[in-house]
T-cell receptor, first 112, second 115 residues
């Protein structure tokens, strides 16, 4: 399976934008880029996913590099509630019920 | 909106006992996934079911078994419990779309403590 690389931790000031990077240099053409996050003492939460084009939803934006070897999750205004571990995950469109594998993510701290 | 329901929320068992964790997926979701998360670790995939059939298996010990029932709820059965089985167990459900991905919805988890 193609792997992703994320920074272990990042800090952000409250109400500032946050850019969480993810490298996936071995991504294949059928791999979707998914982001999940896990708040303390809670189950993981789906954030966003995309294939080639940038994506926006109510939670965040996903910017995908033109060569697809990297992507960035953008939180437009960080709040204290956004402090969580963020996981960047690749999923191949072999079957849409393929499992999600969580690897080392980025622990985001938000400073008031 | 309905979420994924897991029960019980907390469970304390002694070594060598058995435990059963239950998961009720979101209505109309056809896929269920089980994860184990030890202290300070990332969630580890255990097993999944699609349309009541096992679809994938991860690092699930032979002492554990799971199934998905006709109403789509799932149960994770754990026997001969060991101290190392103490963890958070999450269930997630999803809709397996054709040529389209839907995100998983996770439950709040069951915290199992083996003493």
């Amino acid at each position: 399976d193609a792997k992703t690389t994320q920074p272990n931790s990042m800090e952000s000031n409250e109400e500032e934008p946050v850019h969480l990077p993810c490298n996936h240099s071995t991504i294949s053409g059928t791999d979707y880029i998914h982001w999940y996050r896990q708040l303390p003492s809670q189950g993981p939460e789906y954030v966003i996913h995309g294939l080639t084009s940038n994506v926006n939803n109510r939670m965040a934006s996903l910017a995908i590099a033109e060569d697809r070897k990297s992507s960035t999750l953008i939180l437009h205004r960080a709040t204290l509630r956004d402090a969580a571990v963020y996981y960047c995950i690749l999923r191949s469109l072999k079957t849409s019920y393929d499992k999600v594998i969580f690897g080392p993510g980025t622990s985001l701290s938000v400073i008031p | 909106a309905a979420g994924v329901i897991q029960s019980p929320r907390h469970l304390i068992k002694e070594k060598r006992e058995t435990a059963t964790l239950k998961c009720y997926p979101i209505p109309r979701h056809d896929t269920v996934y089980w994860y184990q998360q030890g202290p300070g670790q990332d969630p580890q995939f255990l097993i999944s079911f699609y349309e009541k059939m096992q679809s994938d298996k991860g690092s699930i010990p032979d002492r554990f078994s799971a199934q998905q029932f006709s109403d789509y709820h799932s149960e994770l059965n754990m026997s001969s419990l060991e101290l190392g089985d103490s963890a958070l167990y999450f269930c997630a459900s999803s809709l397996a779309g054709r040529l389209k991905y839907y995100g998983y919805t996770f439950g709040s988890g069951t915290r199992l403590t083996v003493v």
